[in-house]
Antibody, heavy 120, light 111 residues
Framework: EVHLVESGGGLVQPGGSLRLSCAASGFTFTKHNMNWVRQAPGKGLEWVSKITSTGYTIYYADSVKGRFTISRDNAKNSLYLQMNSLRAEDTAVYYC?????????????WGQGTLVTVSS | QSVLTQPPSASGTPGQRVTISCSGSSSNIGTNVVYWYQQLPGTAPKLLICRNDQRPSGVPDRFSASTSGTSASLAISGLRSEDEADYYCAAWDGRLSGQVVFGGGTKLTVL
């Protein structure tokens, strides 16, 4: 069974940094592209970043480009999101989401999310 | 506002058929496949429709979807109380350097 478990969320001051992790299990992590998707309180979904299975190709939403860095450790079956220069508008639940094999489907499995609150 | 446009709300009675629209442009829905997600209250989103009209295993055939030009729609037939949720469409946007865009979401209420 596919499991994605996010961790690392919490309260951080504006301008601060936070590193999110996503532990994957139940599938061959090295074969799948992975994503971060966020949802501000009471708002809709916003795609944040994607990293391909090898880690060679990365995409970012314009709203986080230059501040966030996605990475993965295939040996540890883990996905990460380093968030720097955090702003109040980055406050959201951050979900880790898997893409199906060969990009046949976006976000076919999701984690339960971790809450990031940016506030002084 | 969102790149893809959805009505903020929709409603129906049990057994009814409801549709939710998703409007985009030539750079997203017009040239790329559309996905639909269901988010039940207090839970993570779940994949509902893949590649315009394909239901993953486990998704009831009461859910169907289609695309036409730069628009897409999700249909739910035989509406049930457990279908009350937020529904989101998504697609790649070629004008945004490989970024994925979502609709703003539609809150479906079963009356």
């Amino acid at each position: 069974e596919v499991h994605l478990v996010e961790s690392g969320g919490g309260l951080v001051q504006p301008g601060g940094s936070l590193r999110l992790s996503c532990a994957a299990s139940g599938f061959t992590f090295t074969k799948h592209n992975m994503n971060w998707v966020r949802q501000a309180p009471g708002k809709g979904l916003e795609w944040v970043s994607k990293i391909t299975s090898t880690g060679y190709t990365i995409y970012y939403a314009d709203s986080v480009k230059g501040r966030f860095t996605i990475s993965r450790d295939n040996a540890k079956n883990s996905l990460y999101l380093q968030m720097n220069s955090l702003r109040a508008e980055d406050t959201a639940v951050y979900y880790c989401a898997r893409d199906a094999l060969n990009d046949l489907c976006l976000f076919d499995y999701w984690g339960q999310g971790t809450l990031v609150t940016v506030s002084s | 506002q969102s790149v893809l446009t959805q009505p903020p709300s929709a409603s129906g009675t049990p057994g009814q058929r409801v549709t939710i629209s998703c409007s985009g442009s030539s750079s997203n829905i017009g040239t790329n496949v559309v996905y639909w997600y269901q988010q039940l209250p207090g839970t993570a989103p779940k994949l509902l429709i893949c590649r315009n009209d394909q239901r993953p295993s486990g998704v009831p055939d009461r859910f169907s979807a289609s695309t036409s030009g730069t628009s897409a729609s999700l249909a739910i037939s035989g509406l049930r109380s457990e279908d009350e949720a937020d529904y989101y469409c998504a697609a790649w946007d070629g004008r945004l350097s490989g970024q994925v865009v979502f609709g703003g979401g539609t809150k479906l209420t079963v009356l």
